[in-house]
Nanobody
Framework: VQLQASGGGLVQAGDSLRISCATS????????MGWFRQAPGKKREFVAT????????YYTESVQGRFTISRDNAKNTMYLQMNDLKPDDTAVYYC?????????????????WGQGTLVTVSS
């Protein structure tokens, strides 16, 4: 299983950015997925999750209404659209996959991880 996160970069507060997670080696259409992030000096935290069909999506409170998780099962790829970015969103963003079709919000529920993509939001 391989997960490749991409699309991070340096943006200003209020800007938008979309990051992607390309996958291989798994049956993507049967896999629950998630995004986590780790800010400098902090523990990794849950950001958003989506079930295999895309019917169920959940977000941590701090990004609710600003971020949108989505997936394209034909392309084996998951996305995170981030709008109205804030300096507190600065982190390395990791994508993760479950050995399950269901969503998840704890690190222990995910079995495969990507290498992360850095998002830096300047004030």
């Amino acid at each position: 299983v391989q997960l490749q996160a991409s699309g991070g970069g340096l943006v200003q507060a209020g800007d938008s950015l979309r990051i992607s997670c390309a996958t291989s080696g798994l049956t993507f259409s049967s896999t629950g997925m998630g995004w986590f992030r780790q800010a400098p000096g902090k523990k990794r935290e849950f950001v958003a999750t989506i079930d295999s069909s895309g019917s169920y999506r959940y977000y941590t409170e701090s990004v609710q209404g600003r971020f949108t998780i989505s997936r394209d099962n034909a392309k084996n790829t998951m996305y995170l659209q981030m709008n109205d970015l804030k300096p507190d969103d600065t982190a390395v963003y990791y994508c993760a996959a479950r050995d399950s079709a269901y969503y998840g919000y704890m690190e222990s529920q995910f079995d495969s991880w990507g290498q992360g993509t850095l998002v830096t939001v300047s004030s």
